[in-house]
């Protein structure tokens, strides 16, 4: 998987559900597509943004398996975060090396926070090993320091978006332990808690 600048996209945790929702309920995607659109069943008021949420959202959701897709759905926000954050991961190869080399990295020396520094020094290290990462313009990267913290708080993985920003461990139930780990996907959630 290449490396993507998706800066607009964003961790749309209800639009996910809601897409999962429709996809279990045995709505087609072209009809999904449609039913955002004319319904705008994400209330949201540009259409464009409509189109993107519906292709990311069932983008991400195409990289689980149903069983994780139907635990998306029915359980608990604290699972469904930690869900929607594996999906961002598994379909960003950026934003998963961002959590694994930077978050996870900082859970297991003991630091518990996300720093400035580290978030700089991870992008200029991808500048210096990629050359799709050192066309992009400083803006850009700018804006993905932004929106990979800003993931991260949202999934309730950081305290705060400025400042010090704590690292809140997810506290994993046995079953979605033990559903990641039948489907191969312990790797992502190692990431997110520092375990080996």
């Not at 804006?143 to 010090?164: C, D, F, R, V």
């Amino acid at each position: 998987m290449e490396y993507s600048a998706g800066t607009s996209r964003l961790f749309w945790l209800s639009e996910t559900r809601k897409t999962a929702e429709l996809l279990l309920s045995g709505i087609s995607k072209t009809e999904i597509k449609e039913l955002a659109i004319k319904e705008n069943i994400y209330q949201i008021r540009a259409e464009d943004r409509i189109r993107r949420i519906v292709a990311v959202t069932l983008n991400r959701l195409e990289s689980l398996p149903e069983i994780l897709v139907k635990q998306l759905v029915g359980s608990d926000i604290g699972t469904a975060k930690l869900l929607v954050l594996i999906t961002i991961m598994k379909t960003d190869r950026l934003f998963f090396e961002f959590v694994h080399e930077v978050h996870r990295q900082a859970l297991l020396l003991g630091e518990n926070i996300i720093t400035d520094r580290a978030v700089n020094a991870f992008f200029d290290s991808k500048i210096a090993q990629s050359e799709v990462v050192a066309k992009w313009t400083e803006s850009a990267i700018k804006k993905l320091k932004q929106t990979y913290i800003k993931i991260l708080h949202e999934a309730g993985m950081l305290t705060s978006i400025k400042g010090e920003r704590k690292i809140i461990t997810p506290v994993v139930d046995y079953k979605t332990r033990q559903t990641l780990s039948e489907h191969h996907l312990q790797v992502y959630l190692n990431a997110l808690t520092g375990e080996e």
